[in-house]
Nanobody, 121 residues
Framework: QVQLVESGGGLVQAGGSLRLSCAAS????????MGWYRQAPGKQRELVAV???????NYADSVKGRFTISRDNAKNAVYLQMNSLKPEDTGVYYC???????????????WGQGTQVTVSS
């Protein structure tokens, strides 16, 4: 059973920083893409940042220059360093991994349970 477990959310003042971590556990053959999404109250879930095969990175325009995504393939982990946080960054942040579990042949999306990030003005 594959699981994604996030940590690192919390309450921070505007201009502050937080670092989110997510680790995938279970029997995993390979991971293609890992990323972070967020959902603000009353809004749809949106992409924040994604990293593919540890090299290609894509960011939402709203976080470019402030957030950095990184990955540790040996640990099946992905991180999101968030600097210069703004109140509009508030939301539940979800980790996502597109991977093939051991014994399977196709890629499947897995999600973490979400971690709350609150930025006060």
């Amino acid at each position: 059973q594959v699981q994604l477990v996030e940590s690192g959310g919390g309450l921070v003042q505007a201009g502050g920083s937080l670092r989110l971590s997510c680790a995938a556990s279970g029997s995993i053959f390979t991971i293609k893409r890992m990323g972070w999404y967020r959902q603000a109250p009353g809004k749809q879930r949106e992409l924040v940042a994604v990293i593919i095969s540890g090299v290609d990175r894509n960011y939402a325009d709203s976080v470019k220059g402030r957030f950095t995504i990184s990955r540790d393939n040996a640990k099946n982990a992905v991180y999101l360093q968030m600097n210069s946080l703004k109140p509009e960054d508030t939301g539940v942040y979800y980790c996502n991994a597109n991977l093939i579990p051991s014994g399977r042949v196709s890629y499947t999306d897995y999600w973490g349970q979400g971690t709350q990030v609150t930025v006060s003005s």
